[in-house]
């Protein structure tokens, strides 16, 4: 029962996290074997029943990140560093995801065992992020256009204020 209980609420955090557990037998030759959780299926837009190792999960990420995600993995599997990454991958059904993933080396006697991680589908906050950057340059094209209106005018004024200076003595001028 207890196990249930646990199960039921890693599933639980999986779905609302939207995040999934993984790992990578470093021990398996090439395509190495992966183990992964409901999650990293979801994401990927694939069932648990389809054949996955981490030659297929390569081959869904974004071709401009391929190679620096294909980079990490080995590194962590052949000389035991972990990682941390934002890349971008394409599901099965063709959607463009932005993933968070998480890559940590587990040793046995010095040798790498297995890499697990986590991965966790961060595309709501990348729009966010997109976003914010769009609204902060219209802000700032915005202020740049403001500060240019104000300038002129304010020159014309200071240069006034200059000539009045010149024939008038007040201690509200300075003011």
Do not use: C
Not at 53 to 78: I, K
């Amino acid at each position: 029962r207890e196990l249930e209980r646990q199960s039921e609420q890693f599933h639980y955090v999986e779905d609302v996290a939207d995040i999934g557990y993984w790992e990578i037998d470093a021990q398996s030759s090439p395509p190495r074997d992966v183990d992964l959780s409901d999650g990293v299926y979801r994401v990927h837009g694939l069932s648990p029943e389809d054949d996955f190792d981490v030659e297929r999960g390569l081959s869904f990420y974004h071709p401009y990140d391929r190679s620096s995600v294909r980079r990490d993995v080995e590194r962590a599997v052949e000389h035991g560093e972990p990682y941390e990454h934002e890349a971008r991958l394409t599901t099965a059904s063709g959607d463009e995801r932005w993933v968070h993933s998480i890559g940590e080396p587990i040793e046995r006697d010095g040798v790498v065992v297995t890499v697990r991680g986590v991965f966790q589908d961060v595309t709501d906050r990348k729009r966010q992020e997109r976003e914010l950057a769009r609204q902060n340059e219209r802000l700032d094209k915005f202020a740049s256009m403001v500060s240019h209106d104000l300038r002129t005018p304010l020159a014309v004024v200071n240069g006034r204020l200059e000539l009045v200076r010149e024939n008038v003595e007040s201690d509200h001028l300075d003011t």
